[in-house]
């Protein structure tokens, strides 16, 4: 299985790193991270930077794709050269998948049309105006399109992912080989169970850094 | 409050930047990844490098520094300029941590002496040869020491720190901002909770591994 996670300046870290961690557990699967150009990405921080090995032209036949979101996935949206790219490699996929705010992306490319799908929950209504159903689930699948909720959601989609492909012995084997037994300090890690006034603060910040010029 | 995240060439990549994700989105707080010398180091899976914009010289007071795993962190158990500075910053920390296997790079500068820590289930009873006492749990904090277990766990882990440094109200923040409302799909993220046959599976694995050159 060759799998290509796209990268890109600003895109956020652990959309990638989660997924790629486990698909890359899987004996025989091959993960490459591929960019418009090979090289270093600086990620939305700034503290930190990826490399891709690839240019896209080089992934022309991925059995998956996976594109991660961040605010650098926002220029991706009237990128030509990526939307058609996704648009090719799309027609030959086993599973064509997003993280996070990635699955704009897959909406602007026009993949989701039609489809139930997920986003970070701050930008879900957005996937209406590429003629998805929004959909608050941390994993939804709709035919070989799955899309995931915000940042951290990747790594659940994967394992899901991997128990489709591989069965869910493996897929248990590389839970318990990252250890995957999470425990949240709090139960805060969706809108609906977050504290009213916590929500507000992170929907606060989140516009500050919409803002931004 | 500054971080340091120690990369070196062999780590595993989520180890980093599940912690590193929450720790960046903690207003104010700035992380930097630092190595022996700066530049990118090639992950584990030999897929992915990430970029340590900084050698350890240039990071002598962080607040916080944090050691990943993997099998690269190996050598680094005889690797005495790291052992050095390790031993160097935690003179001046306010939590000195690691994920995985990295609790061993801990032991072997002499800082778990005495103390309750964990590791990858794994490599959990290595822990004994540095004098430290091998813990069960997902996330142990003994003093200003703070082990986690096997790759995933970071996560968990550094909300845990930014509850305590920056209070829980801010921790719930970046919970929510990451979306962090883990829906494992099977309950097999530990020894005790795998299958039998999935344990030794994953065992089996792991020493095919330790045996190669």
């Not at 895109?11 to 961690?21: F, I, N």
């Not at 030959?92 to 699955?103: A, F, H, L, P």
């Not at 591989?166 to 609906?192: H, K, R, T, W």
């Amino acid at each position: 299985m060759q799998i290509a996670i796209l990268i890109f300046e600003g895109l956020t870290a652990l959309d990638a790193v989660g997924p790629y961690e486990v698909l890359r557990s899987v004996p025989g699967w091959e993960v490459r991270f591929v960019a418009s150009e090979a090289g270093a990405k600086r990620t939305d921080s700034g503290a930190l930077a990826l490399v891709a090995d690839h240019s896209i032209d080089e992934a022309d036949a991925p059995d998956v794709v996976l594109v991660p979101g961040g605010p650098g996935s926002r220029p991706l949206l009237e990128d030509e050269r990526i939307l058609d790219w996704l648009r090719a490699v799309d027609r030959g996929t086993r599973w064509t998948t997003s993280v996070c705010t990635g699955s704009l992306v897959l909406g602007a490319a026009g993949l989701l049309e039609g489809k139930r799908a997920t986003s970070h929950w701050l930008q879900l209504e957005r996937l209406r105006e590429y003629g998805a159903e929004p959909t608050s689930e941390r994993v939804v699948i709709d035919g070989k399109v799955i899309t995931s909720a915000g940042v951290s959601s990747g790594i659940d989609m994967a394992l899901q992912l991997v128990a489709r492909e591989a069965g869910e012995e493996v897929a248990q084997g590389v839970q318990l080989a990252i250890e995957y037994d999470p425990e949240p300090p709090f139960d805060a890690g969706s809108p609906d169970k977050a504290p009213e006034q916590t929500v507000e603060m992170v929907r606060a910040v989140a516009a500050t850094r919409e803002q931004r010029p």
